[in-house]
């Protein structure tokens, strides 16, 4: 019986079975989709959750793109069994509920919104001093409660704000009065905080100048500079690690280790605070905070302990009761608030070493500022000694850029302090060598296990975003390290973890190649990062030596001024092999699993085994390693086979895997094979309409259409179209986009007719969507506007395979028109993407690649009306083009740029005018140095423009004779 029915009848032993149904279908899910496609989860869970009366809560939510994995379309919930999908989402009986600080972040066509009203006054004032640790007295008429009303007002009534501010107070002084500096200063900032909102109309700079003003009421400027570098070091070494994001947190001695390493920047005069004092400081400042995910015991959080505190004092009268010992069942991890975290990764762009912040009209401390400024004086009296640290390195860095530190150097200061580098080792030759000597230290401290854990899972991943490609490959390789990460992480989520990082490495080491090869081409420096980075210039006259990236922290009180820094603490490699890193660390991983796990009977472990092979399998198939790929997923197959039996949707998926590594190997009759009996074991298992199940389908579609067999293709790809249009809908985005696949595929073997007929099957799909966005499915409302921009250039992409196909037939008229109508779109698609360019370059990519298709549609509808003797619209299409290049551009486009000039040139000839003739010496002249720069002087097509340009100057020259 259903869910639903089991709480209507209220039949409890049919609820605990279906729930324990429900959960091993979850548990089986998860298996099974080990590496999967998203897709393919969403839609597996999306089935067994449709139908049920379950509550999904979303806490939080900034993105569509976070959300819409747990929203599910009821018109995808049928089965093969033939349950029929609810019609509307109203009807369906799960629920989402979502908390968001974004107003109108789903359409109201497929979400209710309920507006939270904001904190009042009153709950502000609340809110401030019990963060400051203290209750409200004297009710709305005490001085305390009429200038906490002025602060709250300053902080715009942000909780995040109020809090950090009552930590400010809190952390200054426990028995802090209004009298007290930091009271006063707190007060005077939120004034002109007010002050300048009311100008600008926004509170959106008062959290970041009550963050500041948290660290300036810290008197000691030692103590300052290194609590804000910690602050900074945290946001930027942890502001991607995976579990920051899903709230598990940083293991408290990870990050002490960290504020450690960060402290030992701080010259020998400065008065050394423990790294427990500091991350307590921070704690009390509400910059940083206890994760609760995963949290199995209880404890308060210091807040909580100060308002008991205050409490216990009241009914005692001047005793207060000790804090509650706090919970040792597990080490604690820390997080930090992701607009905290923005704030933080601003300050590290400040050119202070200390980070200290800029002064403008609406800072009332800035004689504290100042103060500070002078004491230091660069990198001041107490900095003045010889780079003993990472920190020191971070330190001098900072006064040589602009903007701050880089975010590779964060990372590089995290591997210092987690390989617990010494002043004795001068270099060292592998972080994968010391990390072994590291380990007694390491599992010795409180929490150790917790410090090993974060090795095993994010060593690597510090490694290549420090850009230490080299360190990175030879640790995914080392056997020891390996080991470790099975014996920390188990068996699954090590081999997870090894894949995902060499898939990442395998992109960064790509990355730089292209960055250094195109470097090259231009004859300017690498991008990789020095590992020897420059020292300013010595006004004195003497040479010093540039500071080291991790200079590993002195441990003597008489450090040697001599020393010298010039070297790499890590003796990195120029070049890495990747294809034999990819291959080593695979197989060493599958080696220690086999090692690990027990395979005497059908046990966990087997099929533990099963989904590490996959797992690698998959791995090396994204890596274009598909031999070596086979090999793991024949393995793991036949575990699969062994304990599952042979017909279940694991072996299908695991058939599947070895079908696509065949496929490129080009040993297409097996991959055939494959990829049917996958089919075979799909249907068996009434899964044909599972995602995995119809992508296998399309692959043996594709792969049919290679080898020839166009009669078993076009069944098989009409197949797959339909499964789309019975899952998704008639008018889907899925089944646009298959029947646009299935074209190009025809285009691709000259059957024109045919791709031309489901070119325009899949235009009229994406034209109905794009002019109904109402009629959208669920998952194509969630995809949000870029989506929709999307879906636009997918439009004007099939517009130009169109316009190419009847151009080939001779319709040059109807050619002309569909390349006009992308070409249209794809202007419309650029601008979307110019006004939504970031600084950091994220569109670049996609701005270039719509540049290059803008170019190559203009060049041919200008060939085309040229044609037809059209020239004005030639000119018009070429000119168009001419803005579009530029000396970055790709060779094609620079190339197609030089052949226009070349027709626009010829065109304004033919018009025979003096400014025509002017017009065309002058796009010729440009044509001729393009050409020069492109094939060389010597080439004939070079060759002959020039002799073009000389005829032409003289004709103009002599009167302006006609050109020949």
Request: charged share 25%; glycine share 6%.
């Amino acid at each position: 019986s259903s869910l639903t029915g089991s709480l209507r009848n209220g039949e409890a032993d049919n609820l605990s079975l279906d729930n324990s149904l429900l959960a091993d279908k979850l548990a089986k899910s998860r298996r099974r989709f080990q590496g999967g496609e998203l897709e393919g989860i969403k839609e597996d869970l999306g089935r067994m959750l449709t139908k049920r009366k379950v509550l999904i809560c979303l806490d939080d939510v900034w993105r569509v793109e976070d959300a819409k994995w747990f929203i599910f379309d009821p018109k995808q919930g049928g089965n093969d069994h033939g349950t029929s999908p609810v019609d509307d989402l109203g009807q369906a009986p799960y629920r989402v509920l979502i908390t968001t600080r974004v107003p109108s972040l789903l359409s109201p066509t497929i979400a209710q919104e309920v507006f939270v009203r904001i904190f009042s006054e009153h709950e502000a004032v609340k809110l401030l001093l019990f963060a400051a640790g203290r209750r409200m007295y004297g009710g709305k008429s005490s001085p305390v409660f009429q200038q906490a009303r002025v602060i709250v007002k300053g902080c715009g009534n942000s909780p995040l704000a109020v809090r950090v501010a009552g930590g400010m107070l809190r952390s200054s002084n426990r028995n802090w009065t209004l009298r007290s500096p930091t009271w006063t200063a707190l007060l005077s900032q939120c004034k002109t905080s007010l002050e300048e909102a009311s100008r600008i109309r926004s509170f959106q700079n008062s959290v970041g100048r009550i963050v500041d003003l948290s660290f300036v009421t810290v008197q000691d400027l030692s103590v300052r500079t290194v609590l804000r570098r910690c602050f900074v070091a945290f946001a930027m070494s942890f502001s991607d690690n995976e579990w920051v994001k899903v709230g598990k947190g940083i293991p408290k001695p990870v990050v002490l280790k960290l504020f450690e390493a960060v402290e030992e920047g701080i010259g020998a005069a400065a008065v050394k605070v423990p790294p427990e004092t500091l991350l307590a400081m921070l704690e009390t400042m509400n910059l940083l905070e206890k994760a609760r995910h995963g949290v199995k015991a209880h404890s308060s959080t210091a807040e909580e302990d100060d308002s008991k505190d205050d409490e216990d004092a009241d009914d005692d009268g001047d005793s207060e009761t000790p804090r509650a010992a706090p919970s040792t069942l597990e080490t604690p991890c820390y997080v930090m608030h992701e607009s905290i975290r923005h704030l933080a990764e601003d300050m590290a762009t400040r050119p202070s070493s200390s980070f200290i912040p800029p002064i403008d009209d609406y800072t009332s401390f800035s004689a504290e500022i100042e103060r500070e400024m002078k004491s230091q004086d660069g990198l001041g009296a107490g900095w003045s000694a010889p780079l003993r640290s990472a920190a020191k390195y971070l330190a001098q860095t900072l006064m040589q850029k602009k903007e701050g530190m880089e975010e590779y150097q964060f990372h590089r200061l995290v591997i210092s302090s987690l390989i617990g580098v010494s002043s004795a080792k001068s270099r060292i030759p592998s972080v994968a060598a010391a990390l072994q000597d590291n380990r007694d230290s390491l599992e010795s401290l409180a929490g150790g296990d917790r410090v090993e854990a974060y090795i095993a899972a994010h060593m690597p991943n510090h490694l290549i975003r420090a850009k230490m490609l080299g360190m990175a490959g030879e640790l995914l390789s080392d056997e020891s390290y390996i080991s470790r990460r099975v014996a920390a992480l188990g068996t699954v989520e090590a081999t997870r973890r090894q894949v995902a990082d060499l898939v990442e490495l395998r992109r960064e080491v790509a990355k730089v190649a292209s960055e250094n090869k195109a470097a090259a081409a231009s004859g300017s420096e690498p991008k990789t990062p020095d590992l020897r980075p420059s020292t300013p210039k010595n006004t004195g006259g003497n040479d010093t030596p540039p500071a080291s990236p991790l200079v590993s922290p002195s441990m003597e009180p008489n450090f040697a001024e001599d020393v010298d820094l010039s070297a790499p603490l890590f003796v990195e490699k120029e070049d890495v092999d990747i294809g034999a890193v990819q291959r080593d660390a695979s197989r060493r991983i599958v080696d220690e699993v086999y090692r690990v796990v027990d395979l005497s009977n059908n046990s966990a472990d087997s099929l533990n085994m099963a989904i590490c092979l996959s797992t690698v399998g998959e791995g090396l198939i994204k890596s274009r390693q598909p031999r070596e790929a086979m090999l793991r997923l024949e393995e793991a197959v036949g575990i699969y086979r062994g304990i599952l039996g042979p017909y279940h949707i694991d072996v299908a998926r695991a058939l599947n895997s070895v079908a696509r590594a065949l496929s490129r190997l080009s040993e297409s009759r097996v991959a055939l094979l494959k990829f049917a009996e996958a089919s075979r074991i799909f249907e068996a298992c009434n899964a044909t309409r599972h995602f995995d199940s119809i992508a296998n389908s399309q692959s043996m579609a594709s792969l049919l259409v290679d080898v020839g067999d166009w009669s078993k293709a076009e069944a098989k790809y009409e197949d797959v179209i339909s499964l789309r249009k019975a899952v998704y809908g008639d008018a889907s985005l899925q089944a646009a986009k298959t029947i646009n696949d299935y074209a190009v595929v025809l285009a691709k073997h000259s059957r024109m007719d045919q791709a031309l007929r489901q070119y325009e099957a899949a235009k009229q799909i994406y034209e109905a969507l794009i002019s109904d966005e109402a009629s959208l499915s669920l998952t194509a409302q969630l995809d949000g506007k870029d989506a929709s921009s999307k879906r636009g250039f997918d439009l004007s992409l099939i517009n130009l395979n169109i316009a190419s196909i009847k151009s080939k037939k001779g319709d040059a008229a109807g050619a002309i028109e569909c390349y006009e109508k992308g070409v249209g779109g794809l202007e419309k698609y650029l601008l979307e993407l110019q006004a939504q360019a970031t600084e950091d370059g994220s569109n670049t990519a996609r701005i270039n690649s719509t540049k290059r298709h803008l170019v190559s549609a203009m060049g041919r509808i200008g060939s085309l009306k040229l044609k037809q003797g059209d020239h004005t619209g030639a000119l018009k299409a070429y000119t168009g083009l001419l803005g579009l290049v530029d000396a970055d551009s790709p060779l094609p486009s620079r190339t197609e740029k030089a052949k226009a000039l070349v027709k626009c040139a010829t065109i304004y000839r033919q018009r025979d005018t003096a400014e025509d003739n002017d017009l065309a010496i002058s796009h010729l002249r440009e044509a001729l140095d393009m050409y020069t720069n492109i094939h060389g002087q010597n080439h004939k097509d070079t060759r002959a423009i020039e002799a073009s340009l000389r005829q032409w100057q003289a004709q103009s020259t002599n009167g302006g004779e006609e050109a020949i």
